[in-house]
């Protein structure tokens, strides 16, 4: 290849770089999700509107003294305003499901798998924010079942997020503060969805993150603040740490090293009486 070459191709792959623009918040056009989520909340005050205005209409009227029970109807409210959410946000994720059904591979941007995944992703993150404010904490486990992710038993999820598709969680699973599970990301005009996998009994540390295409082996630990590569896999029982995940160690069980340990005296003594 002569100099000139060389040079045109440099020049092409800068002009590339200083075209390309990160896909952000700010210059993503959210307009078709947020006009769901926007139908979504009309179609809920809607329907609290018309399911209490008897209720409200009787208070005022008929009955003044129910106001004192206003306190406690307008948390009444708040929770059905939580659970119509559920209810709608399942309805219309459910439909755009039958137009789009979720993929796993590599995408473009400008493709329908894309667009229809944010319509899924935008439906999902209002219901469950929503969801989240409510005091009960396994509020949101239903949630994430609504949406598609498989989650076993005795399952914690804490404030952790996980995305809605190609995530499956074991058994005494436990997601600690501020871990999010990803099975998707973008890098610069690609989109990539892979499926996670987290085994019985694994641990997530707090403020983790895990990739898209991860298999976390069962009884395995991620460290916290630590992070893991697109499609690692982690082996079983073992701590994994490092950004991303590349130092290992065992895990140790202390009431079994006490137990070795009193064996170990035990046999000590025993040979220094025989000795004797």
Known sequence: MTSNAKNKENENSEKRDTEYQPLITANYNKKGAQFIVFLEYCAIILIILFTNKYFYQYMFEENLWLITLLPLSIYGLI???????????????????????????????????????????????????????????????????????????????????????????????MLSLNTAVFSHCIYRDKFLVQRVVVEKNAIVGAEALVAPGTH?????????????????????????????????????????????????????????????
């Open 79 to 173: 929770w059905q305003f939580a659970l119509y959410s559920l209810i709608i946000g399942g309805i219309i994720y459910k439909i755009l499901v039958k137009i789009e059904p979720p993929k796993e591979g590599t995408f473009e941007l400008d493709g329908r798998e894309f667009h229809f995944y944010c319509y899924r992703f935008w439906i999902a993150y209002y219901t469950l924010w929503t969801l989240r404010a409510m005091p009960l904490p396994w509020v949101d486990m239903y949630g994430f079942k609504l949406f598609g992710v498989k989650v076993g038993k005795d399952v914690v999820l804490y404030d952790s997020w996980i995305d809605i598709e190609f995530v499956e969680i074991g058994d005494h699973v």
């Open 216 to 276: 976390i082996e069962e009884g395995a630990i991620i460290g916290a603040a630590s992070t893991t590569h697109i499609g690692q896999r982690l082996k079983d029982y073992r701590i994994h740490v490092g950004t991303p995940c590349s130092k290992t160690f065992p895990i140790r069980i202390v009431e079994k090293d006490e137990e070795n340990e009193n064996e170990e005296k035990k046999g000590i003594k025993k040979s220094k009486e025989e000795k004797r």
